[in-house]
Nanobody, 123 residues
Framework: QVQLVESGGGLVQAGGSLRLSCAAS????????MAWFRQAPGKAREFVAR????????LYGDSVQGRFTISKDNAKNTVDLQMNSLKPEDTAVYYCAAATRGGWTTLATYNYWGQGTQVTVSS
């Protein structure tokens, strides 16, 4: 059994920063990658960033490249998302996800999901 719990969401002004954290429990040794996705109202869930659990190789969505940084701490079983230079269009529910195989930019490759945390960026 795997559980993912996100924290750190909130309300911030445009240009500000937030740091999200995802705490994983259970069979974390089986992870190949962890990622952050987001879903804005009326839109599909989209890929934000991914990090491989062993080697720490990162990948970012085009819309957040250069502004967001994903990092992991294997000892604590956590994955963080540092979000800088936030824009109103970053407003969404942010979800943490884990993949036991693959784990790239598509939702279908992720086995486990957190409940989400709301990020709201005001203009």
């Amino acid at each position: 059994q795997v559980q993912l719990v996100e924290s750190g969401g909130g309300l911030v002004q445009a240009g500000g920063s937030l740091r999200l954290s995802c705490a994983a429990s259970g069979r974390t040794f089986s992870f190949n990658a962890m990622a952050w996705f987001r879903q804005a109202p009326g839109k599909a869930r989209e890929f934000v960033a991914r990090v491989t659990w062993s080697a720490g190789i990162t990948l970012y969505g085009d819309s957040v490249q250069g502004r967001f940084t994903i990092s992991k701490d294997n000892a604590k079983n956590t994955v963080d998302l540092q979000m800088n230079s936030l824009k109103p269009e970053d407003t969404a529910v942010y979800y943490c996800a884990a993949a036991t195989r693959g784990g790239w930019t598509t939702l279908a490759t992720y086995n486990y999901w957190g409940q989400g945390t709301q990020v709201t960026v005001s203009s």
